[in-house]
């Protein structure tokens, strides 16, 4: 069965600084990957998505994702960040060929300090 | 704009009452989903419809039970909450039969068991 791992619980990074946050996946054939945010309290919001073609992926709030295959990785970056980033951030992936099924890592909490 | 929609955004219930939480959307997806988040948890899919075709998870408890009458709505019951059961839940669409399986996500409804 597929799976998803956030190595990294919890990451605090000073505003301005860049974010790279890790995401691994265990799958046969090459999954649909996402990126969702979620704020405190609230629903998720995806942030960008991988299904095929270009490895590197852009998405909204200046984020992106690159796909590298011989690491089974999907690791979400941004050059800079802002204070309204902080949150919860959760890797998916999804059964490519119809299932319905999305299966969420643990999720990495985002604290950016002043 | 076409969205995911859930009511109440906070419910209180109390130990052993039936509760009922709503989601509707306007996007004419075929496939809805309840999804179980607790804090500083990933979601976790308790079961989804696929039109009219019910698909419960192997592990969700028989206390939760789910309706979806027309397309636009699916509702949620916990026939008798327990206070394991408090935690946010979260609606989710997505089409299934076009490439991409993006799933869109409602704000949730955050629901304490006195």
């Known amino acids: 069965a597929q799976s998803v791992t956030q190595p990294d619980i919890h990451i605090t990074v000073s505003e301005g600084a860049s974010l790279e946050l890790r995401c691994n996946y265990s799958?046969?054939?090459?999954?649909?990957l996402f990126w969702y945010v979620q704020s405190p309290g609230q629903g998720l919001q995806l942030l960008l998505k991988?299904?095929?073609?270009?490895?590197l992926v852009q998405g909204i709030k200046g984020f992106e994702a690159e796909f590298k295959r011989s690491q089974s990785s999907f690791n979400l970056r941004k050059p800079s960040v802002h204070w309204s980033d902080a949150a919860e951030y959760f890797c998916a992936v999804i059964h490519q060929g119809g299932s319905e099924k999305l299966v969420f890592g643990k999720g990495t909490k985002l604290t950016v300090n002043p | 704009d076409a969205m995911v929609i859930q009511n109440p955004r906070y419910q209180v219930t109390q130990f052993g009452k039936p509760v009922t939480l709503s989601c509707s959307q306007t996007?004419?997806?075929?496939?809805m989903y309840w999804y179980q988040q607790k804090s500083s948890q990933a979601p976790k899919l308790l079961f989804h419809?696929?039109?009219?075709?019910?698909?419960n998870e192997a592990d969700t408890p028989d206390n939760f039970q789910s309706r979806r009458p027309n397309t636009s709505f699916c509702f949620l019951d916990i026939r008798s909450p327990g206070l394991g059961d408090a935690a946010m839940y979260l609606c989710?669409?997505?089409?299934?039969?076009?490439?991409?399986?993006?799933?869109?996500f409602g704000p949730g409804t955050r629901l304490t068991v006195l």
């Open positions: 799958y046969g054939a090459t999954p649909y």
């Open positions: 991988y299904f095929s073609g270009d490895t």
């Open positions: 996007l004419n997806h075929n496939v």
């Open positions: 419809y696929y039109d009219k075709d019910f698909n």
């Open positions: 989710a669409t997505s089409r299934i039969g076009t490439v991409y399986n993006e799933q869109f």
